[in-house]
């Protein structure tokens, strides 16, 4: 393995996890009530991510929207009839489906909402990295930016990166990776590929501990351990089964175990509870005794999608995703070769609940 040491990446701190106003359950009804009214009144539909706020996800699915990983949010974008998409989650998601529907107004309840992924791996950056490897495929996790994507041979998901990185190996293809470092680590001892790592990290999954998971699976013996390969190769090591994060919630509803220690986004535990509301679900623990987390298992970027962002969004229409058009002419192509791939070997959709 080979991790990138040069250019620097920028470090990255996540922000404080958004705290928003508690409401009681009639507010909260009266408040879906009217943003179920905004979606009709504007022919839009909700395309929310695993690790958003239960509510979130209960209200897309309501409404007739999706909640899914990121590869079927872009798919859906692109078989949904609505006019208007209202992407609940982070700002490359957005991207991604404004990317595939250029027709279509795309809208996302904060563009604030980014990615430490993302944010490690400024397209200049990259742009220039690549230009000293010219023998080598650029293929590129989803969690970049449009101007990375267009720098990319291929666009990958957690959900599809094995098989294609596969393909790629077995076209005899050297392959320059980016950004996240523990997922193209996995990736590479999965594959044996030959792969240059971009050295990024999601500051969510970065923080899970493996010799606190050693502690905690000693507690619980009977338990499954669900690892996301965002995780550090120590976590990994001990996982059961280690999967995209549909492929995790599927796992809780068709393996034969009660107990599950999961190593993602605590979001995920929504669709879990409603796939498998008998099994026991046990965070990973994201820090040893004495040591302190900053995002602990909770994505605080995924945090800034909240019912009443998303009300927010839908009265204003201000936070609206848009791509340059000679960005996005060439960000369409390695999007749509792995919708392609993916069509092709049947690869994906979502957890059904
Ligand atoms: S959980 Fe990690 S990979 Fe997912 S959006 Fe947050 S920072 Fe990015």
Redesign the pocket.
């Known amino acids: 393995m080979t991790i990138l040491s040069a250019p620097p990446v920028p470090t990255i701190k996540?922000p404080p996890h958004p705290q928003w106003p508690s409401l009681s359950e009639g507010e909260k009804e009266a408040l879906k009530a009217r943003i179920q009214a905004h979606l009709q009144a504007l022919d839009a539909v909700l395309v929310a991510h695993y690790?958003t706020d239960g509510e979130l996800q209960a209200l897309a699915e309501e409404t007739g929207g999706i909640v899914a990983d990121s590869l079927e949010m872009a798919r859906f974008g692109t078989e949904s009839d609505a006019s208007l998409l209202v992407v609940c989650?982070?700002r490359f998601m957005g991207e991604t489906a404004k990317i595939l529907n250029p027709e279509k107004r795309v809208l996302m309840p904060n563009l604030d909402a980014t990615?430490?992924?993302?944010e490690s791996c400024p397209a200049g950056l990259f742009s220039q990295f690549c230009d000293q490897y010219p023998d080598h495929k650029v293929v590129v996790y989803a969690?970049t930016s449009a101007a990375v994507k267009a720098r990319a041979d291929w666009v990958v998901t957690s959900s599809i990166a094995l098989p294609i990185v596969e393909y790629l190996r077995d076209q005899g293809e050297k392959i320059l990776w980016a950004p996240?470092k523990h997922l193209g680590h996995y990736i590479e001892r999965m594959t044996g590929a030959e792969m240059l790592l971009w050295p990024g990290a999601?500051?969510?999954?970065e923080e899970f501990k493996g010799f606190a998971l050693e502690r905690l699976r000693r507690l619980h013996p009977d338990a499954a351990v669900l690892v996301h390969p965002?995780s550090p190769k120590e976590v990994i090591d001990q996982a059961d089964v280690v999967g995209s994060t549909t492929q995790l919630i599927k796992a809780v509803a068709e393996l034969p175990q009660r107990k599950f220690i999961v190593a993602t986004?605590e979001g995920i535990f929504w669709k879990m509870r409603q796939l498998a509301p008998d099994k026991t679900l046990i965070a990973a623990p994201t820090a040893g005794e004495g040591a302190t987390c900053e995002?602990c298992a909770n994505?605080p970027?995924?945090g800034m999608n909240a019912l009443q962002s998303l009300e927010q969004v839908l009265i204003r229409q201000d936070q609206e995703v848009q791509i340059p058009p000679e960005i996005r002419e060439k960000a369409v192509v390695p999007i749509q070769r792995m919708l392609d791939f993916a069509r092709a070997r049947g690869i994906g959709r979502p957890a059904k609940g």
């Open positions: 996540p690790y989650g982070v990615c430490s992924l993302d969690n996240d999601c500051v969510v999954h965002e986004d995002s994505c970027w995924m």
